[in-house]
């Protein structure tokens, strides 16, 4: 009979079988512990990957916990990881992208006016799952709501849209992870 897996081999190998974020209740499920015990489960794991030097790391990202590569180590892995990255978003969808995460839920009229041009680049962000329609508005013509995915946090890599940096100011450009 073999022992019962440790909460840190239970915890590794719950995020590498997700391959999404897990969210903490989740993994005190998985564990049997309570969210308290399992956040400090979660914590020296995440020491233990960082002193064993494995070529993981721990992100909390999107309400969740997921395994990533450390930056240091991505640019090794170019040549087995595929597909080749998507175009970067050009200067307009990162406009209407960030008028929709501090706006949202917001009409593709209103990102217009607010931009002063186009919102053409919101089918853009839609096919990259980073928008999606939300809702209908109550105005005439029942125009559609925009909104960002979960995709958007995990992009940016944000916990929640109250990790979205003050909107003064700020140079959007540099933000999206690759």
Do not use: C, N, W
């Not at 999404?20 to 969210?35: D, H, I, K, Q």
């Not at 020491?47 to 969740?64: I, R, S, W, Y």
């Not at 980073?130 to 105005?139: N, P």
């Amino acid at each position: 009979m073999t022992d019962a897996p440790t909460p840190q081999a239970l915890i590794g190998a719950t995020l590498l079988a997700a391959g999404r974020p897990v969210r903490l209740a989740e993994l005190a499920s998985v564990l049997g512990l309570s969210e308290d015990a399992s956040l400090r489960a979660i914590q020296a794991f995440e020491g233990a990957l960082t002193q064993a030097g494995l070529g993981f790391a721990l992100e909390a990202v999107a309400g969740g916990y997921r395994l990533v590569v450390p930056p240091a180590t991505a640019p090794h892995l170019a040549p087995v990881l595929a597909p080749p990255p998507l175009p970067p978003l050009s200067t307009a969808a990162l406009e209407v992208l960030a008028v929709i995460a501090y706006r949202q839920p917001v009409t593709r009229a209103e990102i217009e006016a607010m931009r002063g041009a186009s919102a053409s680049t919101v089918i853009t962000l839609q096919e990259r799952e980073l928008v999606k329609v939300v809702g209908r508005s109550d105005a005439v013509g029942q125009p559609l709501l925009y909104g960002t995915t979960d995709k958007f946090l995990l992009e940016f890599g944000l916990s929640s849209l109250s990790d979205l940096p003050p909107l003064e100011g700020a140079d959007f450009a540099h933000l999206l992870r690759s």
